[in-house]
């Protein structure tokens, strides 16, 4: 979920100190007891590193942090953003100020099926990655989700398993395990639970380990109107929402540190936890990797190219064992096709020499839609999320309170309550077997660009087909929240439309083309049309109706679905900054990019580890499927080089 801002979804150096361990060759060269290296250091030495990560985000830091847990194990993260140097307004839930660390100028092509709009799409440029700037909003996928995963992967006809142990099935199964390693689950005071409806089942929480989270002590009261009246539409509360199943509603488990009531993310989780004992992790900061550096004998990944992020020389640095990419679902298939590992035909485009070729690398792109529907309300509840802006006294007095006890409004991220709805497409409208039968119907191959690859075409039949017994079963495709404001949000958690992300240049400092495809399959506009009307159907129940709601423009007017599909043709955002599946975990006969180990078809020593490897969107919000992904893959790669 993002941050909203004037009615618009908004395209919103550390030392560590001395260690025991005996000075090796390496700690002699480089600095001992820094973690955090600038490129002076790096190239005076000529450092090579066992394992060098594209990228800090959650993926990138989490697996830093695991394989440095051998202390003969000496990893480089390259992280193109900055260090935060712990601004307010990415401690703070309440001050939610994420646009600090927004990646530069990351604009969508015109979407064609939204009025050729041009959008911004957000993503995060810091350490961190998005878990520094994102809405804290902790779930999880629903257990089909990776279930369909593992259905999708035992599709294909080209070798597709690893060896590892760990790798052999995608499933709800095989995860969960990853999900309660990665985790720690602080409850909320019993009577608080009891009161704003918090239920858990604590054998799906983890409690031990590095990932903090727990729920704000505090709601609107506008939030218990919205939780009557989405039960009175038929959406009843869930049991717990970490399940695997979650269709209902349910307040936002949020990732907060109980302690401080401070956000919790990658670099504080997976870096500064562990910095003081780990003289082999390093990070070089404000860099951004240009491309991978290939052995020309036999296709071995041997190190990377990188530059300052605010442009000059491009320098090398060597790692030995592996390259492991973790820039994220747009640039992760930026860096693949700049070093060569792409399709072919826009390799030559650009004069890029072919290392592997792959049709699916930055194709398969998906997000989750947003939509604001603006409210104004005759009788609106205060306070609500809209006072802290407009009342200065309950400012003042919940900044008292937040500093002084760590409780109030200050805890919740600015915009939005605390309770959620997710809807299958059943719970959405009686009409699914309508759409699900013009799905059926409708020839996939009209869904993708014309030119597309036969393997990347296979790839979505199969897609569809695992998406279309979803909505058939009860998984889910979208959400509901009000902020207990003046917006309600819409998102759409399945679509069926696939975009793109490649490259126009080969200066890597150059952003791709971005193009989502947003709703370019139609069924996607009738799907997110049964979305809004549950919406409006849960605004016309009477615990909403006491507030005295009237939705705004451009949306009040529009009561046929095809009135309704114009507005959103204006509407519609086409990203949650939730973008994915770029360097898809699927045969190669499917359009994969990378196999059940998570290394990419052709070449060796290169692996990805970021969201761009997973094959599908779930039904819930990426952070905490990345953070236990992060954590299976460092166990494959451990097992595969016997690391302690
Ligand atoms: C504003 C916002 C709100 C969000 N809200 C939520 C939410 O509430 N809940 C939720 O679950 N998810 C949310 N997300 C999504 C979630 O944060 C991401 O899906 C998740 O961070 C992806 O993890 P990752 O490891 O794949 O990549 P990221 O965490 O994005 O990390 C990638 C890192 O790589 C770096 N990088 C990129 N290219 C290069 C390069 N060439 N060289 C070096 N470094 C590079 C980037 O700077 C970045 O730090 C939100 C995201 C944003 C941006
Ligand atoms: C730097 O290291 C790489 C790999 O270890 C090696 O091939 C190269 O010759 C070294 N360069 C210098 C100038 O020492
Ligand atoms: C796999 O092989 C079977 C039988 O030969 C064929 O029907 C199917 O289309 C193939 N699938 C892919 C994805 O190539
Ligand atoms: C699995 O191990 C065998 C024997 O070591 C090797 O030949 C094969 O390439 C490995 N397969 C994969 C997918 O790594
Ligand atoms: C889990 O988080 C709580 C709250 O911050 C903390 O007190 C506890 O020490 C943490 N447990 C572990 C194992 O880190
Ligand atoms: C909690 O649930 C009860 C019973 O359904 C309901 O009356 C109340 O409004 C809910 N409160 C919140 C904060 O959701
Ligand atoms: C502003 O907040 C104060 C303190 O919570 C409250 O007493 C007052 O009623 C609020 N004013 C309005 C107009 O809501």
């Known amino acids: 979920m993002r941050f909203l801002r004037n009615d618009v979804v908004a395209a919103v150096l550390l030392l560590a100190p001395f260690s025991l361990a005996a000075p090796t060759?390496?700690?002699?060269?480089?600095?001992?007891?820094?973690?955090?290296?600038?490129?002076?250091?790096?190239?005076?030495?000529?450092?090579?590193?066992?394992?060098?990560?594209?990228?800090?985000?959650?993926?990138?830091?989490?697996?830093?942090?695991?394989?440095?847990?051998?202390?003969?194990?000496?990893?480089?993260?390259?992280?193109?953003?900055?260090?935060?140097?712990?601004?307010?307004?990415?401690?703070?839930?309440?001050?939610?100020?994420?646009?600090?660390?927004?990646?530069?100028n990351l604009l969508t092509v015109p979407q064609t099926a939204l009025?050729?709009?041009?959008?911004?799409?957000?993503?995060?440029?810091?350490?961190?990655?998005?878990?520094?700037?994102?809405?804290?909003?902790?779930?999880?996928?629903?257990?089909?989700?990776?279930?369909?995963?593992?259905?999708?992967?035992?599709?294909?006809?080209?070798?597709?398993?690893?060896?590892?142990?760990?790798?052999?099935?995608?499933?709800?199964?095989?995860?969960?395990?990853?999900?309660?390693?990665?985790?720690?689950?602080?409850?909320?005071?019993?009577?608080?639970?009891?009161?704003?409806?918090?239920?858990?089942?604590?054998?799906v929480r983890g409690t031990s380990g590095p990932l903090k989270y727990t729920y704000p002590p505090y709601y609107f009261p506008g939030a218990a109107n919205w939780w009557n009246a989405a039960q009175s539409v038929g959406l009843p509360p869930v049991?717990?929402?970490?399940?695997?199943?979650?269709?209902?509603?349910?307040?936002?488990?949020?990732?907060?540190?109980?302690?401080?009531?401070?956000?919790?993310?990658?670099?504080?989780n997976h870096h500064d936890r562990v910095k003081q004992a780990r003289p082999n992790y390093h990070v070089l900061a404000g860099n951004i990797v240009?491309?991978?550096?290939?052995?020309?004998?036999?296709?071995?990944?041997?190190?990377?190219?990188?530059?300052?992020?605010?442009?000059?020389?491009?320098?090398?640095?060597?790692?030995?064992?592996?390259?492991?990419?973790?820039?994220?679902?747009?640039?992760?298939?930026?860096?693949?096709?700049?070093?060569?590992?792409?399709?072919?035909?826009?390799?030559?485009?650009?004069?890029?020499?072919?290392?592997?070729?792959?049709p699916g690398v930055g194709q398969n792109l998906q997000d989750q839609p947003t939509l604001t529907v603006p409210y104004t309300f005759t009788n609106n509840l205060t306070p609500n999320s809209g006072s802290l802006m407009a009342n200065a006294t309950y400012n003042a007095e919940q900044r008292a309170l937040y500093d002084t006890e760590r409780k109030g409004a200050y805890t919740i991220i600015s915009s939005l309550s605390t309770n959620i709805g997710q809807l299958s497409l059943k719970q959405a409208t009686s009409d699914y077997q309508a759409i699900i039968a013009a799905a059926r119907a409708a020839n996939p191959a009209d869904s993708l660009p014309a030119d597309v690859d036969a393997t990347v075409l296979a790839g979505y039949q199969v897609q569809r087909e695992a998406i279309l017994n979803q909505f058939e079963g009860d998984v889910g495709v979208g959400n509901l929240h009000w902020g207990t404001s003046d917006n309600a949000l819409v998102y759409h958690l399945k679509p069926l439309s696939r975009g793109t992300v490649e490259i126009v240049t080969t200066d890597p400092l150059v952003n791709p083309a971005i193009d989502h495809r947003t709703a370019t399959d139609p069924i996607d506009f009738a799907v997110y049309t049964a979305l809004f009307r549950k919406n409006r159907e849960l605004f016309a129940a009477p615990d909403m109706q006491v507030l005295g709601p009237a939705e705004g423009a451009p949306f009040a007017a529009a009561t046929t679905n095809e009135e309704i599909i114009e507005v959103m043709r204006d509407q519609i955002n086409p990203s949650n900054a939730h973008q994915c599946c770029t360097a898809a975990m699927l045969p190669k006969s499917l359009g994969g990019v990378v196999?059940?180990?998570?290394?990419?078809?052709?070449?060796?020593?290169?692996?990805?580890?970021?969201?761009?490897?997973?094959?599908?969107?779930?039904?819930?919000?990426?952070?905490?499927?990345?953070?236990?992904?992060?954590?299976?893959?460092?166990?494959?790669?451990?097992?595969?080089?016997g690391l302690a």
């Open 290 to 358: 240009g491309k991978v550096l290939f052995d020309p004998s036999c296709k071995k990944a041997i190190g990377v190219e990188y530059l300052p992020t605010s442009g000059g020389a491009a320098t090398n640095v060597f790692a030995s064992k592996e390259v492991i990419l973790a820039a994220g679902g747009i640039n992760t298939p930026k860096i693949l096709q700049l070093s060569g590992i792409g399709p072919k035909k826009l390799l030559d485009k650009f004069g890029i020499k072919v290392v592997s070729n792959l």
């Open 25 to 104: 060759e390496y700690s002699k060269k480089l600095p001992q007891f820094a973690t955090i290296i600038n490129r002076r250091q790096l190239n005076a030495n000529n450092a090579t590193y066992d394992f060098i990560i594209a990228g800090g985000g959650i993926a990138g830091l989490t697996l830093a942090d695991r394989l440095t847990e051998d202390p003969n194990v000496k990893v480089l993260v390259i992280e193109a953003g900055p260090i935060d140097p712990g601004l307010e307004g990415i401690q703070v839930p309440g001050s939610f100020s994420p646009w600090y660390y927004f990646w530069p």
């Open 115 to 203: 009025n050729n709009r041009v959008i911004g799409t957000v993503s995060g440029q810091v350490l961190g990655g998005g878990s520094a700037i994102n809405a804290m909003v902790y779930v999880r996928g629903d257990a089909d989700d990776y279930d369909a995963w593992g259905f999708m992967q035992r599709r294909g006809n080209s070798s597709f398993y690893g060896n590892s142990s760990v790798s052999s099935s995608m499933s709800w199964n095989t995860m969960l395990p990853y999900f309660l390693k990665s985790e720690n689950f602080t409850a909320p005071d019993a009577a608080y639970a009891l009161e704003a409806n918090i239920t858990w089942n604590p054998a």
């Open 239 to 268: 049991d717990d929402p970490l399940s695997g199943v979650k269709n209902g509603i349910f307040p936002i488990p949020s990732v907060l540190d109980a302690d401080t009531m401070t956000r919790n993310y990658a670099k504080i």
């Open 595 to 641: 196999n059940s180990e998570q290394k990419v078809y052709g070449v060796s020593r290169l692996r990805v580890a970021d969201i761009s490897f997973w094959p599908m969107q779930t039904a819930g919000s990426p952070l905490g499927t990345m953070y236990a992904a992060g954590e299976r893959l460092a166990d494959m790669i451990k097992a595969e080089y």
